[in-house]
């Protein structure tokens, strides 16, 4: 039957899928070490295959060099860190450490190492290999993204070794999120890339190519090891034999013996891979959903809806008053009066149709957003932030207020009688910010203000925000998410990507001075409950003062075939975070 | 030469059906603001992905049925059984300017509010589709005429003179020609494209393609146009014009030139097809016409999303249509002028 539907859509059927049985799989058989963790859930059965589909392609296997979400993915598959993310409860649990002790001065983090852990070839996991991560993340003569995020003003963490299982981190500063961010580092395998740390090809290591011609030289302590990359194609990753978690009858961890995945053309190609029954799940856009659940019966699957997701739409204005090197300035002076005027953001704010867009352009399927955190962020989302209704009475009446008067002919003009016009720049790759954009045209318009619009390839528009400053308002997104210390660089007035008004030498207003004092209070103290109570004030700015007009939040959504089990979805971030809890019944 | 030609295209059923329906094309094109029963930017967010809208005869008058949003996450709306609102013809709608010149506010047909009339049912915002497919025709059949003419013209000009003149301007013409032709077409598009987007503003997108689009095109024309002047200016009656002592610029302007028109009216006939395919091409890449203003091919591309195909929002690919039948109309006329044009290509028989 199912074949069948395959080439009634045309489209090429692939292995795995098929109803032939696969071949029994045997496992290696390694005692479990007695540091094992065990997982509770249900216990479940080994065997089967997890496929998955994925657009596009990793650019390395190497955490030092990777920069990209795909990348990242699949290294997060065999690599293990210290800590345990629960995407779940957003807590952080054991991981590689089954505990750890803070110091008094709350700098001081003694990590106490699982005993009897092996790399995947069987190589014994001790302290040595922690340190040498970390030495290899401080290497100057190895640039990479941890190196910034593991230091604080520049000065790096302290890792001392204490005993064979023992580790000692001491940051420079109290640091918030540092069992999170230290979640987030793989430990890398002393044993395999210390000759290659010594003589300094560390970054060459664990490339593409070395995936491709030697998958079993990418040593981890994950769930998967590395079995075959094929370019293009498909990446399997197979249960590693000397994983550290077991369920509660003793089976060790993962129960799959596979995880496929498939290297697709693009997101469409992804989207459709699953609604025709190929993979196993897909994260699913809001526009896609109600045409994929018609196979739901015969592909058994369900779509779950995850709630709002964690990306942010916002329309903003620039105010940055500095000049290009020619001395003309980056937005016109009477422009530059309207966007750095409260009243006129606020007024904008109230113009926009948010439940219109929500029910036309996403089918229903979203909710307005008022603040720079989507309610997918349970553990930092502040719900008492202000609100700006769609309200074109309250918009004219602000207008007006500050200045602003429509005349005769339906179009507003400022006080000294300038014709309120500006030119708003978005990426045209994607279509649902284009239809946002004519959206908010039309919205415009009803307020009598004349919005030009000017898609541009993502490159340029990112050039224009951040090199060039040439440009009077933009429409994107950002992903939100975690933890408020990844939005330094949005939030503090010195960031980058502080959109409104980038790199400021001295925070332009008081309220970003204001913002740049929350933003580094919560950052030193460790306590919750005070970190919340600054970072809510944040948010509280933010959507007072709307550099940030923010739009609507879609809802996320995520496709799961019926057969798994042990499924637990969470808010934020990957759908089969767990994937070494699942099992499933049938095989494939 | 100019009723001979009319008259013997009116003999070939073909020419004259696709005669027929390019006038009307662009007519509707002209006078697309009257012909649409509003704006292409209003915009109806409760009434997304709006199917066409049926017509019904009711009460002696045509009128438009109504219709109910079932499913908003979907976008499934049904028919209400036995309700209709007429249309009224000649009504007062939005305000646009015919020939963006005169104001004015009377549209064929429109209905009276909340009720909407969509014949071509809606898009992602709401809109109509058999607006922008009108407003859309202006654009995309405009940068065909257009763009043959700027092609026609420089086609003429350098093939003329290279031909006429011959030596070092012949050479020079005939290798800048090779060269363009050389290039692959799509690629110097989109690197033209990059290169030129940045000095013009978005509402020049459309002059910008018809430059590109003539700046590749040109070079077949004049290489053509040189070959039949090579050949021309050996024969007798030119000759003879400069035994009489014409001026050069008399004798390419007044008889070598006009002995081409007719191999160009054909020409130009059967190459506007490819200027409306490029543009839809362009467009379809979100290189070309950009929202919101509307084209054949930016809303072909807009229709792209696999949602499309699988909720079976099939008024969507009206543009399609439009195109396919404006590039065999043109393929026909052309083939049909040829015929008339040139004996020698005649079947006999005919």
Partial sequence: ?588 | MGADLIQSLLRRPAGLVSAILLLLLYGAALFAPFLAPTVPSAQDLQRTYHPPTALVWQDGRLCVRLYRLVDPSTATYQPIAGQATPLRWFSEGPAYRLFGLIPAKTHLFTVEAPAVVYLLGSDATGRDVFTRLLYGAGISLGIGLVGVFLTSLLGLTIGGLAGYLGGWADSLAMRLTEFLMAVPGLYLLLALRAALSSRFPSDATFLLIVVILSALGWAGTARVVRGLVLSLRERPFILAANILGQRPTVILFRHLLPNTFSYLVVAATLSVPGYILGEAALSFLGLGIQEPSSSWGLMLGQAQDIKIFMLNFWWLLTPGAAIILTVIAFNLLGDALRDAVDPRFRLPGR
């Avoid at chain 1, 970390?134 to 290497?139: E, G, K, L, T």
């Avoid at chain 1, 025709?276 to 369900?302: C, H, M």
């Fill in chain 1, 1 to 588: 039957m199912r074949t069948r539907h395959f080439h009634l859509l045309g489209l090429g059927c692939l292995i795995f899928t098929a109803c032939t049985k696969p071949p029994a799989v045997s496992r290696e058989d390694h005692p479990l070490p007695d540091g094992i963790d065990t997982a509770r859930v249900e216990p479940g059965r080994r065997g089967g295959v997890f496929i998955q589909s994925v657009p596009g392609e990793p650019s390395t296997f190497n955490p030092l060099v990777s920069e990209d979400a795909t990348s990242g993915g699949f290294i997060g598959l065999f690599l293990d860190s210290l800590t345990r993310y629960n995407a779940v409860t957003q807590e952080v649990e054991p991981g590689l450490a089954t505990r750890w002790d803070i110091g008094a001065d709350n700098k001081t983090f003694t990590f106490h190492l699982r005993s009897g852990v092996r790399w995947s070839d069987g190589n014994p996991f001790s302290a040595d290999d922690v340190l040498f991560t970390f030495q290899a993340i401080y290497d100057s003569r190895y640039p990479n993204r941890s190196a910034f995020d593991l230091s604080v003003d520049g000065k790096p963490f302290r890792v001392e070794k204490v005993d064979e299982l023992t580790v000692r981190i001491t940051t420079p500063e109290i640091f918030a999120p540092f069992l999170e961010y230290v979640g987030g580092v793989g430990i890398l395998p002393k044993h395999r890339l210390g000759p290659a740390f010594q003589d300094g090809t560390l970054q060459k290591a664990w490339n593409v190519s070395v995936a491709q011609h030697q998958p079993d030289t990418l040593v981890g302590t994950g769930a998967f090891r590395l079995r075959s990359y094929q370019p293009a194609e498909r990446i399997v990753f197979e249960a590693n034999p000397h994983y550290w978690r077991a369920d509660s009858a003793g089976v060790r961890l993962p129960y799959v013996d596979f995880l496929v995945t498939k290297l697709v053309k693009d997101i469409n190609a992804s989207t459709l891979a699953f609604a025709t029954g190929q993979t196993d799940a897909e994260g699913l856009s809001p526009d896609n959903v109600a045409w994929i659940e018609r196979f739901a019966k015969r592909y058994e699957f369900l779509v779950h809806n995850r709630g709002p997701s964690p990306n942010s739409g916002f329309v903003w204005f620039n105010q940055n008053p500095g000049q290009d090197a020619s001395g003309k300035p980056f937005v016109q002076p009477h422009k530059l009066t309207w966007f750095t005027d409260r009243r006129f953001r606020q007024a904008i704010s109230h113009g926009i149709d948010r439940e219109g867009i929500v029910k036309g352009v996403l089918f229903g399927r979203g909710q307005p957003l008022w603040g720079p955190e989507t309610p997918a962020n349970k553990k930092w989302y502040n719900p008492n932030v202000t609100q700006y209704p769609y309200n074109p009475a309250r918009a004219r009446a602000l207008l007006a207020e500050a200045g602003f008067r429509l005349g005769e002919d339906g179009k507003l003009r400022d006080a000294k009688g300038n014709l309120v016009e500006f030119t708003l720049n978005s990426n045209q790759e994607n279509q649902l910010r284009v239809n946002m954009a004519t959206v908010f045209k039309e919205n415009m318009r009803d307020l009598g203000i004349t919005v030009n619009l000017a898609f541009l390839d993502f490159g340029t528009f990112v050039g224009k925000i951040q090199d060039s400053f040439d440009y009077e308002a933009g429409l994107l997104g950002l992903t939100g998410g975690g933890d408020p210390a990844g939005g330094m660089s949005v939030f503090s007035s010195q960031g980058r990507l502080h959109q409104w008004y980038p790199n400021q030498k001295t925070p332009a207003t008081p309220w970003e001075a204001r913002i740049d004092e929350l933003m580094s209070l919560q950052l030193r103290t460790l306590d919750y409950a005070t970190r919340r109570k600054y970072f809510d004030e944040v948010q509280k700015i933010m959507s007072d003062e709307t550099p940030y007009i923010y739009l609507v939040t879609a809802n996320a959504y995520v496709g799961l075939k019926d057969r798994w089990k042990n499924i637990k979805i969470p808010p934020l971030g990957s759908l089969v975070w767990n994937l070494d809890e699942l099992w499933t019944v049938f095989t494939p």
